[in-house]
């Protein structure tokens, strides 16, 4: 069992840049989760798919963030018009089904410069 | 507001003693509790998770108290040991009450030192 598999594990872009991020939950996992980690936020929520539809988004900054699941096995978070605020490690997790417990992955570093 | 706290950013316990990490919540609805582990520049790793409907859980040198009238929840290692040095995040979840929205609400972080 491979685990979630995060790509890529660093980004750099510059200011105004768009930045996509991939997950690949753990096989069998009906549940991809999103989180955003900083020194300052700490590990923050920021969108739930279950079963590929979205259920949640409440923790998702209301413009140039969005998240899509096109299918079971891949995730992804995409930044438009990245800013210097936007620098953290993304992290996603997925869990068997529903009240499963979360597993993430190794994270993606994102510097926006 | 922070829903989920840990007040003690910090923790320095001899080795072969006991560590207390503590964790405090607001959420009412919180029904599932959990505590990472996390090395630096590593993702969290989860050790031990418990339902509100029970108020504790052992897992090998681990165990999960959880208080609901006092919206705390704690987790104790025993015998504690250098390589349990790290960041330990508690996390809370209301799954049932959301009707299965399982996302994790988590604290700050307490970093445990345990010292030869």
């Known amino acids: 069992n491979a685990g979630v598999i995060q790509t890529p594990r660093h980004k750099v872009t510059g200011k105004g840049q768009e930045a996509t991020l991939w997950c690949e939950p753990i096989?069998?996992?009906?549940?991809v989760f999103w989180y955003r980690q900083t020194i300052v936020q700490g590990l923050e929520f920021l969108t739930y798919?279950?079963?590929?539809?979205?259920?949640?988004d409440s923790g998702m900054p209301k413009e140039r963030f969005s998240a899509q699941m096109p299918n079971q096995s891949h995730s992804t978070l995409k930044i438009q018009s990245t800013q210097p605020q936007d620098s953290a490690v993304y992290l996603c997790?997925?869990?068997?089904?529903?009240?499963?417990?979360?597993?993430f992955g190794p994270g993606t570093r994102l510097t926006v410069l | 507001g922070q829903q989920v706290k840990q007040s003690s950013p910090s923790l320095t316990v001899q080795e072969g003693g006991i560590s207390i990490l503590n964790c405090d919540y607001e959420?009412?609805?919180?029904?599932?509790f959990a505590w990472y582990k996390k090395y630096p520049d590593n993702s969290p790793t989860l050790l031990i998770s418990?339902?509100?409907?029970?108020d504790k859980r052992e897992d090998g040198r681990l165990t999960v108290f959880l208080n609901k009238s006092g919206k705390h929840f704690s987790l104790h290692i025993t015998a504690s040991q250098p390589e349990d040095t790290a960041v330990y995040l508690c996390?809370?979840?209301?799954?049932?009450?959301?009707?299965?929205?399982?996302?994790?609400?988590f604290g700050q972080g307490t970093v445990l030192s345990v010292i030869p």
């Open positions: 997790a997925s869990s068997r089904d529903w009240g499963g417990e979360q597993y």
């Open positions: 096989s069998g996992h009906s549940a």
């Open positions: 798919f279950r079963n590929q539809a979205p259920i949640d």
């Open positions: 959420n009412d609805m919180f029904d599932y």
């Open positions: 418990v339902r509100s409907n029970v």
């Open positions: 996390a809370a979840g209301a799954w049932v009450a959301t009707g299965g929205n399982n996302k994790l609400t």
